[in-house]
């Protein structure tokens, strides 16, 4: 049964940490399968979009993305890489490791990202709006970066808008 992981919190050294990749041999361990299904969870619960292994104090390069549209299903990717970055656009992000607060962040527009999925088979992620937005978000956990290290305007959110992305944060 997965359960429900903490989500830690920014000032918790894992964050800052640049996670390490995952070896293949781990797709074998039930701890490890077991982890992609609470990390499903965790993500649902919170409620968010995304959610890294880091954020869940796993320091390891994967990450579960559901942004709920009917372009994209649910995914984990695992050991990802951005193969493709289109067009800089300003948008409004949160973070579920920064509870509370919205920014002002570049990012952009249109990814594709590669990786592995749960079975170690390649997977390709490509699109635009929120899940592009998301797929660099988690990424940038991975390197030990959130997105208040280059978001402009930090703050408690204003509008309906803006607590809506400050509570469903990720991205
Ligand atoms: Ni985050």
Do not use: W
């Not at 249109?110 to 709006?129: Q, T």
Request: charged share 30%; hydrophobic share 40%.
């Amino acid at each position: 049964m997965p359960y429900i992981r903490e989500i830690i919190t920014d000032g918790h050294p894992t964050l800052r940490k640049v996670a390490k990749k995952v070896d293949l041999k781990e797709l074998d361990d039930p701890l490890f399968q077991q982890l992609i299904d609470d990390m499903f969870e965790t993500m649902y619960a919170a409620p968010g979009v995304g959610l890294a292994a880091p954020q869940v104090n796993v320091s390891k390069r994967m990450f579960v993305i559901d942004v709920n549209d009917d372009e994209h299903d649910p995914a984990v990717v695992i050991n990802p890489k951005i193969e493709l970055a289109e067009e800089e656009v300003e948008l409004t992000e949160g973070c579920l490791s920064v509870p509370g607060y919205v920014g002002e962040i570049t990012r952009f527009a249109r990814v594709a990202v590669s990786g592995l999925d749960r079975n170690g088979e390649k997977i390709r992620l490509e699109g635009g709006g929120l899940f592009a937005q998301c797929l660099q978000h988690e990424i940038d956990h991975l390197n030990g970066v959130l997105y208040i290290d280059k978001a402009k305007n930090v703050r408690l959110p204003q509008t309906d808008e803006e607590r809506e992305i400050a509570e469903t944060a990720e991205a």
